[in-house]
Structures are given as C-alpha cells and as structure tokens.
C-alpha cells in the first residue's frame, strides 16, 4: 500500500496557472503508470493525466494543450502543471496510480478557478 499526500491547489482566476504536487511514500516506480485524477461537485471521479514509468503521458480531451504531467522518480513524486485554467477544472484532484488502487486514495488538493 502507499500513502499519497496532494499539495499545490488554491484558487485562482480565470487563465492563471497552478502546479501540483504529489508525493509518494514509497517508489512510484512500483507502478506502471501514475495519474492526476478530479472530482468536481455532484460528478465522478475523473482521470486528467497519466504518466508510463517511460514517460509516455495521456490527458483527457478536457484539458489537452493546458496541463503537463511530469514525474521525478527520486523524489518520488508527480507533479501536474495547470494553465489557461477554466471554471470547469474547478475540483478536488487527486493522483493515484492508473489504474488507481482503491485503498490508496490522499486526500486530495481543492482547485477553484473563478471568472
């Protein structure tokens, strides 16, 4: 099992900026993959980014060209770079490995961008 701890959230207006971090208690090399995930009011759980142990990345369509998922496997962390942001990224976010293991949820950092 790992304990994952989110930080970097606030909030922030329409078009600004925002990076989170995610650190890992244990080497985030145990896993294939490694994903940012959101949760907005009243919907589901949802996958922003993913990251292969190779560094391939995947985004949602939702957010393509605005955020960057990275990871530095010293640190055991991962981090998602958020700009151009938009009152729909509005949510709590999450990371987990992908596929995500349901015991290892944090408890996750709140992102509000206001308009």
């Known amino acids: 099992q790992v304990q994952l701890v989110e930080s970097g959230g606030g909030f922030v207006q329409v078009g600004g900026s925002l990076r989170l971090s995610c650190a890992a208690s244990?080497?985030?090399?145990?896993?294939?993959?490694m994903g940012w995930y959101r949760q907005a009011p009243g919907k589901q759980r949802e996958v922003v980014a993913v990251i292969s142990v190779a560094e391939e990345t995947r985004y949602a369509d939702s957010v393509k060209g605005r955020f960057t998922i990275s990871r530095d496997n010293v640190q055991n962390s991962i981090y998602l770079q958020m700009s151009k942001l938009k009152p729909e990224d509005t949510a709590v976010y999450y990371c987990n490995s992908w596929p995500a293991m349901d015991n290892s949820w944090g408890p996750g950092t709140q992102v509000t961008v206001s308009s």
């Open positions: 244990k080497s985030i090399l145990s896993f294939n993959s």
